[in-house]
């Protein structure tokens, strides 16, 4: 319903080389409003189905140096990807993600601060929230991620999975 505005939101933004667009099994390509050469749209035609199974497809088949996470119903703010890029350069970052808001009805309701220590004793203690749509990672560092077909819960599994593999091999992450 909101693809076209979510589009709007990522084009306001600067290094934007590629929009993948995955889609789920048995679901209908999106209609857009936009004809742009950066938009490639992936079906995915495995078994396996949900937002876990379409993030990792789209992740593994970027070749851009750097990923960020979009749903189609989220809006990014503009300058948000230079503002993220250069905040990874400066920290060397493998894995980051920052504040967010909610909206409802086209208002701000309510922003979710990130706030330390990133560790993952404090993200499984839910002393910080990672948003889907605040997400980076940085693809040189971390080439592939394995998708989950959980139906609830599938980002928080990935984010889990994602800072474990930071932490054993020694990938700097953090909000």
């Not at 306001?12 to 048995?26: L, M, P």
């Not at 889907?132 to 990672?137: E, G, Q, R, S």
Request: glycine content about 8%; charged content about 30%; proline content about 2%.
């Amino acid at each position: 319903k909101y693809i076209n505005e979510t589009l709007d939101s990522i084009f306001k933004n600067q290094y934007i080389q590629k929009v993948i667009i995955c889609v789920d099994k048995d679901s209908d390509r999106p209609k857009l409003n936009l004809a742009n050469e950066k938009i490639t749209i992936l079906q995915n035609d495995t078994v396996s189905r949900g937002p876990g199974i379409v993030r990792a497809l789209g992740f593994n088949a970027a070749d851009t140096k750097y990923v960020a996470f979009i749903d189609s119903d989220d809006l990014w703010g503009e300058g948000k990807i230079k503002k993220h890029v250069d905040f990874m350069l400066s920290k060397n970052l493998g894995f980051s993600f920052h504040n967010y808001w909610n909206i409802k009805n086209g208002k701000k309701t309510k922003e979710i601060k990130q706030k330390g220590p990133y560790t993952l004793d404090g993200f499984l203690k839910k002393k910080f929230t990672i948003g889907c749509l605040t997400v980076m990672i940085d693809k040189e560092m971390i080439r592939k991620i394995p998708g989950n077909s959980l139906t609830k819960r599938n980002d928080y599994f990935m984010w889990f999975e994602l800072i474990n593999f930071m932490d054993k091999n020694r990938i700097l992450w953090g909000g």
